[in-house]
């Protein structure tokens, strides 16, 4: 899956998307390697992820789904703007209420209103011990852990892409 960022919207997003509509051609090889900075499964927790971050996390959740192994994971998905939210009917559909989207830049009906902090954190998990699974802008990640940690959670029990 790739997810595209539209130039006149975003014009500094220095992403893969952007040089595979610049620099790639219909017939040009792409080769890929191994993956690096895997986040791996370590038990029922919950994901925090920001835009395209969602990606780990979707083979996860697919895999837990099919395992019957969803239950007590929980799913926060923080995006700028209505429609960069990708896959939300997938997401509902195996997450049901343990699924919130927000929107950072938009206001909409439909979504939370605000950045997934510690303050937003506090307001909506009582235990800190269960894993923490982070994906997103390098910015968040850090903001995140740093927040996750002094909310009481352990070090070990926060998973990102390292």
């Known amino acids: 899956m790739v997810k595209s960022y539209p130039t006149q919207q975003f014009p500094s997003h220095e992403g893969v998307t952007k040089h595979l509509g610049r620099d790639i051609e219909v017939n040009d090889r792409v080769i890929f390697s ?7 499964f370590k038990g029922t927790g919950v994901f925090i992820a920001g835009g395209a971050g969602i990606t780990p996390f ?14 007590g994971n929980r799913l926060f998905f923080s995006n700028k703007a209505r429609e960069d939210v990708f896959l939300q009917g ?45 994906c997103g802008p390098p910015s ?8 996750l940690k002094d909310l009481g959670a352990e070090v070990n029990s926060i998973v990102f892409e390292e």
């Open 140 to 147: 968040m990640v850090d903001d995140l852990k740093s927040a």
């Open 58 to 71: 979707i083979a996860i959740l697919r895999k837990l789904e099919q395992d019957g192994q969803l239950e």
């Open 90 to 134: 997938e997401l509902f559909r195996m997450m049901g209420r343990a699924a919130v989207c927000t929107l950072t830049q938009e206001k909409h009906r439909d979504y939370e209103h605000g950045r997934i902090d510690k303050d937003w954190l506090q307001s909506r998990v009582d235990d800190y011990s269960q894993p923490f699974y982070v």
């Open 34 to 40: 191994d993956p690096w900075g895997t986040i791996e």
